[in-house]
């Protein structure tokens, strides 16, 4: 018999690159490991350490399956009883069980102590990178225990969401060890202006009780244990915390309608509802709802800047293994220049987005008891998670064209990030409403216009493009208010010279880098650095070959 290939066998598979699961994304990313150290936290390092590998591994392949089977609304059993069950895919329930187990929505509260908030920044981080989807539950379970602990009464609720413990089962808290929270503020007249919502909480007999009727058009995580939502009560838009179970372990009255048929985001549910005569607790004083949900939404908008910094990172290491390993012309991909400088760009991108990022994390974890500090997070952070937020989509864009046709298929996990990449920018606030924020915490809050200053005027003295920006941007300041229509180009020229003293300040060898391609020049699209840069050292300085 002839050993020949037969000849309808007509290549050999080659030039292929290897897969990119199993590494160790904590190990990978010195930008995150300097960061950690940096900002505080560095008594978590073995933590994050061990969370790395998981998010690299287990949880890096669990993503895929997650997605890969979308959740399904069941709303009634086979007799016919109202239901309103999700069903998820097992994997979702892994990398839910898995990131709260391990504090990704609680570390900073069951385990308090200085750089709490900086470690579980980087646990959300890290465990975005594998499955995007799960940081929702997770993210709004970590944001609202601060809002659940201004009412004693809700104590149990605070403590078993900080818990790290997760139990999917449908029951009342009272037999459960570890809850999930979600939230439900948007209506079918406006997300943004909630003040507008016409969901109505009627006051029962028992004092901070009340009834809720009403349609919420967003309501996130439906299979949480209870939701945070906005309603019009006798005294003005209020807080309260809706269960899905009665005390007495009864349904709660409401209805899920259906599941949004979202762009991305599929391992997650997020869904459409009817409030029946549902029983709600309130949290705040009536009346004071916006004022009750400010503090959670500055954790979810921070959390919004870390997905978006994940995002970048986790585009970044597919894009730069793929041109470690791919061949053409001759040569590798990452020896070609213009991919080089691709890549280099990239990279200056990303580092400025993860430091940024924690950065604001420190200044969050510090708000308690240092007044600067605080001030510094409530302006950063709207400032941040503008621009870092937008920064995404095209950033994800040009890691999947170094990839090519490959970057465009589902084997590949550039797709789910590309669907993903616009959502940070939605979600807790639009890029104008981030934009007015800063505008009003500028023109109103002398402690936040003062601690930016003092941020941006510590990396100043070198000279050149930042120290000239920077004197231009006080000399507007000093003209007094900004025009509306003018927010987008400040807040943009805010974030770009913050991420320039953040990384001056952390020593960066990439800080001139993004000095001279940011704020010297408009940015653009992705590789116009200038050539005699050192790319080699950026990649190496990126990911580990």
């Given at each position: ?38 900002e ?7 933590e994050?350490r ?6 690299g ?46 504090g990704?929505?609680?570390l ?28 929702c539950?997770l ?28 139990d ?15 939230m ?53 838009l209020?807080?309260?915390l ?11 009255a ?5 599941l949004?048929?979202?762009l ?20 705040g ?9 400010i503090?959670m ?36 991909l ?10 280099a ?26 007044p ?80 930016l ?29 900004v ?51 050192p ?9 580990p070959a």
């Open positions: 018999m002839s050993s020949q290939p037969p000849p309808f066998e007509t290549h050999v598979v080659d030039n292929q690159v290897p897969p990119f699961g199993g590494r160790d994304l904590w190990q990978d990313d010195l930008v995150l490991q300097q960061a950690v150290v940096r505080g936290a560095a008594f978590f390092s073995a994050l061990h969370y790395g590998t998981l998010a591994g287990d949880l890096y392949r669990a993503g895929f399956d997650a997605n890969r089977q979308r959740p399904q609304l069941r709303t009634h059993d086979a007799q016919g009883h109202r239901i309103d069950t999700v069903d998820f895919h097992p994997a979702y329930h892994q990398l839910m069980a898995t990131a709260k187990t391990h990704v929505a609680g900073s509260w069951h385990r308090p102590r200085p750089g709490g908030h900086v470690a579980r920044a980087a646990l959300s981080y890290l465990h975005h990178q594998a499955e995007a989807g799960t940081s539950p993210t709004m379970t970590h944001a609202a225990v601060p809002v659940l602990r201004q009412e004693p009464a809700l104590a149990d609720w605070a403590d078993k969401a900080a818990a790290p413990f997760y999917p089962r449908d029951l009342p808290i009272s037999d459960k060890v570890g809850i999930t929270l979600g439900g503020m948007t209506e079918k007249q406006g997300g943004s202006d909630v003040r507008g919502n016409t969901t109505t909480a009627t006051p029962l007999a028992a004092d901070g009780e009340y009834s809720l009727v009403g349609h919420k058009w967003f309501f996130s995580a439906p299979m949480s244990d209870g939701w945070l939502v906005l309603a019009q009560a006798p005294g003005g209020t807080c309260l809706m269960p899905r179970r009665l005390p007495c372990g009864r349904r709660n409401f209805h899920l309608m259906r949004k048929d979202k991305g985001d599929w391992a997650n549910a997020s869904s459409e509802v009817e409030f029946c005569g549902a029983w709600a607790r309130r949290v004083e009536e009346g004071r709802g916006v004022a009750t949900i503090e939404v500055m954790f979810t908008r921070l959390d919004c800047m870390l997905g978006a910094a994940a995002e970048m990172r986790m585009a970044l290491a597919q894009a730069l293994h793929h041109a470690r390993h791919r061949r053409t012309f001759g040569k590798r990452v020896e070609h220049a213009l991919m080089a400088n691709v890549l760009d990239l990279t200056i991108e990303s580092e400025a987005a993860t430091s940024l990022a924690m950065r604001v994390a420190r200044a969050v974890d510090a708000a308690p008891t240092q600067a500090e605080a001030a510094f997070a409530r302006i950063a952070t709207a400032i941040g998670k503008f621009w870092v937020c937008k920064r995404v989509p095209a950033f994800v864009n040009e890691a999947q064209e170094c990839l090519g046709g490959a970057g465009y298929v589902e084997e590949s996990m550039l797709p789910r990030l590309y669907r993903q990449a616009p959502l940070n920018s939605i979600w807790e606030g639009s890029g104008n409403v981030q934009c007015l924020d800063a505008l009003r915490a500028l023109a109103r809050e002398p402690r936040a216009l003062q601690a200053l003092d941020e941006l005027q510590q990396a100043e003295g070198q000279g050149g493009a930042y120290d000239a920006a920077l004197e231009a941007l006080r000399v507007q300041l000093a003209a007094g208010e025009a509306e229509a003018d927010a987008r180009s400040l807040v943009a020229r805010l974030a770009v010279l913050l991420q320039a003293a953040v990384l001056r300040k952390a020593g960066s060898p990439l800080a001139e880098a993004f000095v001279q391609s940011r704020v010297a020049r408009s940015g653009g699209v992705y590789g116009q650095l200038p050539a005699d840069l790319f080699a050292g950026i990649l190496a300085r990126a990911l």
